[in-house]
Structures are given as structure tokens and as C-alpha cells.
């Protein structure tokens, strides 16, 4: 259980262009989903917390309105990375939050989106 | 949060237990011991968490000190597929998951 997939596992696409990235929960309903990014030899840095049916709680220095989180169902998390630049050449990861078999919720990633932009 | 301090980098034979250790003497009453993975260009997984008792699952077992200022992850037969960075974290429930620089376990034939 507790398996989270994002879509698509890469994409290439020209600076300007605007880039959407899905992450779905496909076993377990996620009220809580949260977007990371990381880059070359670099841990792990949290974008966003995203909760269903309401706006995204995006951590200091990242800008809202550059990285779009749309959490329209329990099952699906959406990122779009608006007018992207080679600077957002990143590996993207979400993860969705789960309490399975426990009392404390864990947080199950998915594979991870690798975004190069031109 | 507390703060969690790993080694930057351990080595393993094949076939042989690993035991990576974490240190985190400032972790308060309701903060759990999380431990994930992450393997080269993949999200991180999830291995397995405790509060206080020693904890074992499919994957491996978390020894815990009675004191819980530190705790040890062991993977019981280490496989080359095991080459990771492993990362401890303490997290109270409701917190963000933060990543430090976690521990590189090579897994050596």
C-alpha cells in the first residue's frame, strides 16, 4: 500500500513555456500532499504543503505564482511551473500523507519528475 | 524539530548487516525517529518510524536508546540495491518532514 505516482517521469521544454506535473495517491486518499524539489547533490528543500479543496501553504522564497498547486481531489495533487527558465531545471518531488496501520501519519513519495528547461 | 546528526558516508560488504546510526539529543517527548531512503534519482522511501520502542518491519529494524537521544537503523543482509543516502529525522506529528544531509551507505561486493 501506499503508493504514489507522479506524471511525467521527465520533461524537456523551452524557457517561457509553462509545465504541469501530476502527482496521485493510488491507494489511499491523501487529504495532505507537499511538493519538494532538489537539486544536483543537494537534499531534499519543501516547496509547498497542499491541502485538498484549499490553497497551498508555500514556504518562504518560493513564489505562488510562478509554482501553481492546484489539490483538487484526495487523490491528486497538480504543480505547474509557469514560465519556466533554466534556473527551474530541477528534480521535482511530491509526496502524499498517509496514516496507515499506525497513529502517525507518514508521508509516501512518489518517483520524482525530472523538468530541464531550455 | 530536533536536530539529527548522521556520518556522511558509510560503507557495507554485500550480505552483511548494516548499522547506520543517528544522534539526536535534543528530540523532545513527542517527536518520532523517521527514517527514509533515497536511492539515485528516485523519491525517497519510506522505511520505517518509532517513538521509543525498538521497532522492526520487513525492510529493517530501529533500536532505540532508552534515553532516545540517539537510534540505529539496521538493515539485517545489506544487498548492493541498498546503496542510498539514508536520512533520520525527528518530527513531531503535524510538522514539516525536513531533510538534512543524511548518511551515503555504499553496499560493497
Redesign the interface.
Known amino acids: 500500500g501506499a503508493v504514489v505516482s507522479q506524471h511525467p517521469s521527465w520533461v524537456i521544454c523551452k524557457s517561457g513555456t509553462s509545465v504541469k506535473i501530476e502527482c496521485r495517491s493510488l491507494d489511499f486518499q491523501a487529504t495532505t500532499m507537499f511538493w519538494y524539489r532538489q537539486f544536483p547533490k543537494q537534499s531534499l528543500m519543501l516547496m509547498a504543503t497542499s491541502n485538498e479543496g484549499s490553497k497551498a501553504t508555500y514556504e518562504q522564497g518560493v513564489e505562488k505564482d510562478k509554482f501553481l498547486i492546484n489539490h483538487a481531489s484526495l487523490t491528486l495533487s497538480t504543480l505547474t511551473v509557469t514560465s519556466a527558465h533554466p534556473e527551474d531545471s530541477s528534480f521535482y518531488i511530491c509526496s502524499a500523507s498517509a496514516l496507515l496501520a499506525g497513529v502517525q501519519e507518514t508521508q509516501y513519495f512518489g518517483p520524482g519528475t525530472r523538468l530541464l528547461v531550455l | 524539530d530536533a536536530k539529527t546528526t548522521q556520518p556522511t558516508s558509510m560503507d557495507c560488504a554485500e550480505g552483511r548487516a548494516a548499522n547506520l546510526p543517528c544522534n539526536h539529543s535534543t528530540i523532545s517527548g513527542n517527536e ?1 525517529v ?1 527514517w ?1 531512503r ?1 536511492i539515485h ?6 522505511i520505517i ?1 518509532g ?1 521509543k520502542n525498538n521497532e522492526t518491519n520487513e525492510m529493517a529494524s530501529l533500536i532505540i536508546t532508552e534515553d532516545r537521544k540517539s537510534s540505529t537503523l539496521i538493515l539485517p543482509h545489506a544487498t548492493l540495491r541498498d546503496t542510498a543516502v539514508y ?1 533520520c529525522i525527528a518530527l513531531e ?1 503535524g510538522n ?7 548518511t551515503i551507505l555504499r553496499v560493497k561486493s
Not at chain 2, 41 to 46: A, R
Not at chain 2, 96 to 102: E, H, M, P, Q, T
Open positions: 518520532y523517521y527514509y533515497q534519482s528516485q523519491g525517497p522511501q519510506y518510524h517513538l536520512y506529528y514539516k518532514l525536513v531533510f538534512g544531509a543524511g
